[in-house]
């Protein structure tokens, strides 16, 4: 139980485009899911906690008309990472709360804007 | 500035031997704890909570917490080169957002 999915696993995108990213909470609903960046070598920065059925609240510098989220319903987020620049290239993962208030990951999506 | 501390490593150890990792934690209002495993280039796995002082035991993994201290630990038996990853403690926020805060992570390298 309390399988996270993602889609896509990795994608490359030309710079100034928009590229979506969805979170999905297979076997249970989650009405709290994440979105993390991670660069090589460093550790999880957390970006934006996302709410179902709210807005998205965003972290400190975190920019939140370039990284849009969307959580329409208790089984998917979005991510939308909009007009992509190289510098936004790294691991995205989301995590969602499951039933017994864990945290569980999705398997990343890897972003390379060119 | 809520603070999740763990020495990065990377700490070795031969197979078969017990690996410790430590984590410690500035937020006293905390109430949950959790160990993840990363491997390189994938997504952190949850292998250990813990919620009480004391030990908690699953498998060949034991996860031990103090409180009074802000202390925890994992201790892995019997180490694997498989169990070679990122170990990552994380600290749910006392505040009701349910968001983690995670230490930096230490590498455990098992070598044969």
């Known amino acids: 139980g309390a399988v996270v999915s993602q889609h896509p696993s990795w994608v490359i995108c030309k710079s100034g485009t928009s590229v979506k990213i969805e979170c999905r909470s297979l076997d249970f609903q989650a009405t709290t899911m994440f979105w993390y960046r991670q660069f090589p070598k460093q550790s999880l920065m957390l970006m934006a906690t996302s709410n179902e059925g709210s807005k998205a609240t965003y972290e400190q510098g975190v920019e939140k008309d370039k990284f849009l989220i969307n959580h329409a319903s208790l089984t998917l987020s979005t991510l939308t990472v909009t007009s992509a620049h190289p510098e936004d290239s790294s691991f995205y993962i989301c995590s969602a709360i499951g039933p017994n208030y864990e945290q569980y990951f999705g398997p990343g999506t890897r972003l390379t804007v060119t | 500035q809520k603070e999740v501390e763990q020495n990065s490593g990377p700490l070795s150890v031969p197979e078969g031997a017990i690996a410790s990792l430590n984590c410690t934690y500035s937020?006293?209002?905390?109430?949950?704890f959790f160990w993840y495993r990363q491997y390189s280039g994938k997504s952190p796995e949850l292998i250990m909570s813990i919620y009480s002082n004391g030990d908690k035991e699953d498998g060949r993994f034991t996860a031990q917490l103090n409180k009074a201290s802000q202390y925890v630990s994992l201790l892995i038996r019997d180490s694997q080169p498989s169990d070679s990853a990122t170990y990552l403690c994380a600290v749910r926020s006392s505040g009701n957002t349910g968001k983690l805060i995670f230490g930096q992570g230490t590498t455990l390298q098992v070598k044969p």
């Open positions: 937020d006293r209002g905390s109430q949950s």
